[in-house]
């Protein structure tokens, strides 16, 4: 199955990623926002740093001018894991974001064998 939470999800932990926040009075921003927000506290300290490592590096426009897929790779180095497992956190990052977002999810999309870990 496609992961359509990717772009949407990637999105808006880039546009959190950018800051500024203060002056946004669109509902939809601001509950991205939140949401973001949200599921940074409740996620694991490893999926946090994913996040960081892989979104906002991209967000913040550094140097490197990298892409997520760069960013993932980065990770895995700096991380000392495999790219599989830079992905799965990444992903667990983004189904944690959609539910605090009350983004619909296919009922069997956080019981896939591929998520479990």
Request: hydrophobic fraction near 45%.
């Amino acid at each position: 199955m496609k992961d359509y939470l990717l772009h949407y999800a990637a999105a808006a932990f880039m546009f959190y990623a950018r800051g500024n926040h203060a002056h946004y009075t669109d509902a939809g921003e601001i509950d991205d926002i939140h949401a973001v927000k949200t599921a940074l506290m409740i996620m694991t300290p490893e999926c946090r740093r994913a996040v960081e490592i892989v979104y906002f590096a991209v967000a913040r426009n550094d140097p490197t001018g990298e892409s997520i897929n760069d960013g993932v790779i980065r990770a895995a180095y700096e991380m000392n894991t495999t790219t599989q497992q830079v992905q799965k956190w990444l992903k667990k990052a983004r189904i944690i974001f959609a539910v605090e977002r009350d983004l619909r999810l296919p009922v069997d999309y956080l019981t896939k064998r591929r998520i479990r870990n």
